[in-house]
């Protein structure tokens, strides 16, 4: 069983910047696809990165294409989301899953491995 905690969280200005941290549990890490969703009070858990097992490919909505950036450490067993020029639209938990496959996903289903979540706060 993978277990994913994530940190980072926190309450933040809009144009300020937060990177979160999800440190998993188990050394095949190195062998999961990786992806950050969030989600707001009253909507549904939504996709926002995901990266594969290398870092070679990564995948962003929309939303958040140019102010976030994915990336992983596999020595670290830890996956981050620095997020810049934050807006108030971004405050949700965000959530860190893990794919049992090497290539990344935008679909929640497609993650079999969860973290608590942590807040983020982006205040006007």
């Known amino acids: 069983q993978v277990q994913l905690v994530e940190s980072g969280g926190g309450l933040v200005q809009a144009g300020g910047s937060l990177r979160l941290s999800c440190a998993a549990s188990r050394r095949i890490f190195s062998s999961y696809a990786m992806g950050w969703f969030r989600q707001a009070p009253g909507k549904e858990r939504e996709f926002a990165a995901a990266?594969?097992?290398?870092?070679?490919?990564?995948y962003y909505a929309d939303s958040v294409k140019g102010r976030f950036t994915i990336s992983r450490d596999n020595a670290k067993n830890t996956v981050y989301l620095q997020m810049n020029s934050l807006k108030p639209e971004d405050t949700a938990v965000y959530y860190c899953?893990?794919?049992?496959?090497?290539?990344?996903?935008?679909?929640?289903?497609?993650?079999?491995?969860w973290g608590q979540g942590t807040q983020v706060t982006v205040s006007s």
């Open positions: 990266i594969s097992w290398s870092g070679e490919s990564t």
């Open positions: 899953a893990a794919r049992d496959y090497l290539l990344p996903s935008r679909r929640v289903n497609d993650y079999g491995h």
